[in-house]
Structures are given as C-alpha cells and as structure tokens.
C-alpha cells in the first residue's frame, strides 16, 4: 500500500480485505454495512467487466477488484470521485479499477452500449417529497432521489449491460415492488433475493436483489434472511466472516 497523506475531515479505514484501506472525508457521505453486503452479494469471475454505479470512496470496487478483471467505478459528487481515484492509487490497483467522474443519468456518454457482464449499484434509497430538496444536508441529499431516481438506475444499468449480464443492488424491502416493476420495463427479470434483518425476528430493513438481462420469467431464488446482530448486540458469525472477523 502506498503512503497516502490526509486532507482537513479525512479519516484512514481499514477494509480488513487483503491490507486495503480506504480514505474518507466525515463531511461527505461514509459508506455503511450496506455497500459492504452489496460486494459480497454477488458471485463474480475474473473475466468480467464490472460497472460500480455511484461508487461514492471506491469502496465496493476496493472489495471487488481481486475477483474480477477491471471495475469501472463511476462517481456524480467531484469530492468523491477523487478520494476514489486516491484510494485506488493507495491501494495500488490501478490495473483493474478505473474510476470516472460524472452523471450515470448520461451513461451514453460514459461506456459503450451492453459492455459489461455485472452493474452493482448502491443508489439512494428514499424519493423526495415536493419541496423537501433544499431542506437535505449533504448526507441526507446521498440517500434521497435528488440526481437520480429508481428509474434512471435501472435505465442505465440496462444500458451498460449485455444480454445474460447481471444487475446487483441493495434498497429497502418497502421498495420492493417498484423495483421488480422498473427491473421489468428495462427487460431484467430478478433471479435472486435476499432479506436483510437488523436482529431475529425483526422486520428487514434491507434487501440484496440479482437480477439478469433476458431471463425468463419466474425461478426467484429467496434465501434465507441475513442476521446483522445477535441478541447481544454483536455481530453475527455471518457478518463478522463478511468482515473477515471469524
């Protein structure tokens, strides 16, 4: 790992994911155990070309980059997308992640047509109300609808992906339906799903969703909810081997 000097509001991580660690401003937005799950979610291979929407710090894409051959990692806010170009240079993975500034709502302009096998994206989660954009702060504006709605990212995942290539993302379960609905009117069927629970016998408040490019409809595979913690209010084993803690 190169050495890799802090800003004013920078923070040094550590990914516990083969030595990485990953540069993050606390006046932006953090990633959280969701882009976490997201990156193990996934079954990836080495040939594949892997497209990371709104990859904020690179953080999906430092957990990928291994299992695959290249991640494009594509960033709207500039002050993110150049702490993702810094990490991926501290990390020395400049081989197999590449990192671009700009709007996926624009993706024409960003890749060519159908050239890539998986998009992982870890979109905002919440529609905004009538006039309730000026009253988010930075933060709050990452996990609203402001840039881009459900749409746009199914839009532009279709748009990068080839027919047979997969579409993985984390959102809410009451979202659900407008997924599946969206995931249709692009031509995707999903194939796998996965439930996110905060403690046992709690409602989830997270789902994992695999969705392919031309599938035949039906034969979603549901598997068993993901615990984050025990009764205790640790992780649980599966989180922790996530982590690498086990």
């Known amino acids: 790992m190169r050495e890799m000097p802090l800003r004013a509001q920078e923070r040094l991580d550590d990914l516990m994911h083969r030595g990485r660690h990953i540069i993050q401003n606390t006046e932006e937005f953090c990633f959280s155990l969701d882009a976490v799950l997201l990156a193990h ?3 990836l291979h080495q040939r594949q070309r892997v497209l990371d929407l709104g990859t904020g710090t690179g953080v ?3 957990l990928i980059a291994e299992q695959v ?3 494009v990692a594509v960033e709207l806010n500039p002050v993110l997308a150049e702490l993702a ?4 240079y501290m990390n020395e993975l400049e081989h197999c992640i590449k990192v671009q500034q700009g709007d996926y709502r624009h993706i024409e302009t960003m890749c060519a047509r159908e050239s890539f096998d998986w998009v ?5 989660y919440r529609p905004v109300a009538q006039g309730q954009v000026n009253q988010l702060s ?5 996990r609203h609808e402001v840039t881009a709605t459900l749409a746009d990212v199914v839009r532009a995942a279709r748009y990068a992906l080839r027919f047979g290539g997969r579409l993985a993302m984390v959102h809410l379960p009451e979202r659900l339906a407008e997924i599946i609905e969206a995931l249709h009117a692009w031509q995707m069927e ?5 439930f996110v629970q905060p403690r046992d016998g709690k409602a989830p408040n997270l789902l994992l969703l695999e969705a392919v490019v031309g599938g035949a409809p039906g034969g979603l595979q549901v598997s068993p909810p993901l615990i984050v913690h025990d009764a205790a209010g ?7 081997q996530i982590y690498g803690e086990d």
């Open 41 to 43: 979610f996934p079954r």
């Open 60 to 62: 999906i894409p430092l």
């Open 69 to 71: 051959a290249e991640v």
């Open 85 to 88: 170009t810094r990490n991926v």
């Open 120 to 124: 992982l994206v870890n979109p905002p």
């Open 138 to 142: 930075g933060v709050a504006r990452a």
């Open 190 to 194: 999903p194939k796998k799903l996965q």
């Open 234 to 240: 640790s992780y649980t084993p599966q989180i922790k």
